[in-house]
Each structure stands twice: as structure tokens, then as C-alpha cells.
């Protein structure tokens, strides 16, 4: 079955604890994304990467980094996480071209204590 | 930059009424895509449609129809004869063809009573 998918799906963890959330997508998609989604605000895109070792920031990427060594990994890292990062987070991929339709993850809801 | 604005932020109808969601959007780009999602109560994310910019018929898929409008910048979402299972937040998206983001709106929660 085609899909994105997000480890874990729930998270409390404590300020400044370093954390990491994975996505694993199995469709072979160049493009992959994170956004976090907060009330009100919609979803805004912290990072993309448009293949392996091509990252780039996205509107929010502070607090946040990203690497891309395989091309159906896209971890998210939060080296020291605080409160202000309690959020919703996304992850998504799609092919490089066509019709730019994206496939989200589950969503991992993080609460930053 | 872009950006779309999603003006109704809850909408609560009773079932069978139609409904329609609103989305503005600003782009200087003169070829890119627009998108609806939904997010049931579940909490992933479904895509609904996408609509580009030079293709302004308009669609409707079931209960669901899309009004395109270039010349006021929307993409409103009309659901026909509402159901409880369209409870669900709507988000309204944007991407420019020469972009590699995607543009959300605020998103409108739409609750259907029985």
C-alpha cells in the first residue's frame, strides 16, 4: 500500500530534550516535506527537500533541521525543543512533476513541556 | 508571496442544507495550482481536488462542486445537501508553478448537525 508514514504519533517530552521524528515514504517521491499545523494558522511548510541532499527551509524553520541521505527518509529533528513547538506536525511527499498532489503522513502531535 | 485566506473560520449548518466554504488567494504568478483538503475528525489529511490556472471550468464531483474565479481570485467549495460525515476541517492550498511550497489557508471547520 502506497503511503507516508510518521513515528511516533504521539509525543511529550520535556524543553531542550533532543528529539527525533522519522517519515518513511515507500513511493518512491523526489519531493518530501514537514509542516506543523496550529490552530488558526492552517499548515505551514518548515522545511522540503526536492531529493537526496537537496534540502531547503521552508516559512517556520527555525528550531528545526532536516536531513535527507535516502530517498524515502525525511527525519525531522528538534535539537532543543520548546514549548513553542507543541504543534501538529505533517510530513508529505510527492513525485517531482505532475500534478504536484501531496500524500500526508498520519501526523505526530508533540507537546513540548 | 503567496497567500490564501480562508475568511470562515467555523461554519455550523444542519444537515441537507448546502454550504459553501470560501478561499481567496494572492499569487503575481500567472500559472499555478489550487487545492482543497479535508481533515475529519480523525486527523489525516484527504485531498480533495486541484484545480490549475489556466483551466477555469468549474467541477463537481457528487455533493462537491468548485467554483474557480481568476478574476476574483477564488476556489470556493460548495457541499450539496450536507451530511454529518462532512464534519471536518477544509483546507484551502496553493502552489505556483515556478515554486517548490505549498501555500495552506487558515482552514474553515465545517460541523454538520443531524
Known amino acids: 500500500e502506497a503511503q507516508v508514514t510518521q513515528n511516533p504519533r504521539y509525543l511529550i517530552t520535556v524543553t531542550g530534550k533532543k528529539l527525533t521524528v522519522t517519515c518513511s515514504q515507500n513511493?518512491?517521491?523526489?519531493?518530501m516535506s514537514w509542516y506543523r499545523q496550529d490552530p488558526g494558522l492552517g499548515l505551514r511548510q518548515i522545511y522540503y527537500s526536492m531529493n537526496v541532499e537537496v534540502t531547503d527551509k521552508g516559512d517556520v524553520p527555525e528550531g528545526y533541521k532536516v536531513s535527507r541521505k535516502e530517498k524515502r527518509n525525511f527525519p525531522l529533528i528538534l535539537e532543543s525543543p520548546s514549548p513553542n513547538q507543541t504543534s501538529l506536525y505533517f510530513c508529505?511527499?510527492?513525485?517531482?512533476?505532475?500534478?504536484?498532489?501531496?500524500?500526508f503522513g498520519p501526523g505526530t502531535r508533540l507537546t513540548v513541556t | 508571496a503567496q497567500k490564501v485566506t480562508q475568511a470562515q473560520t467555523e461554519i455550523s449548518v444542519v444537515e441537507k442544507e448546502d454550504v459553501t466554504l470560501d478561499c481567496v488567494y494572492e499569487?503575481?504568478?500567472?500559472?499555478?495550482?489550487l487545492f482543497w483538503y479535508k481533515q475529519p475528525p480523525s486527523g489525516e489529511l484527504v485531498f480533495l481536488i486541484r484545480?490549475?490556472?489556466?483551466?477555469?471550468q468549474n467541477e463537481i464531483s457528487g455533493r462537491y462542486s468548485w467554483n474557480f474565479q481568476k478574476s476574483t481570485s477564488s476556489f470556493n467549495f460548495t457541499i450539496t445537501a450536507s451530511q454529518v460525515v462532512d464534519s471536518a476541517v477544509y483546507f484551502c492550498a496553493l502552489k505556483v508553478h515556478a515554486g517548490n511550497m505549498l501555500t495552506f489557508g487558515g482552514g474553515t471547520r465545517l460541523m454538520v448537525k443531524p
Open positions: 484545480r490549475n490556472s489556466f483551466d477555469e
Open positions: 513511493m518512491n517521491h523526489e519531493y
Open positions: 508529505a511527499s510527492r513525485p517531482w512533476t505532475g500534478t504536484y498532489e501531496q500524500y
Open positions: 499569487t503575481r504568478d500567472t500559472t499555478y495550482y
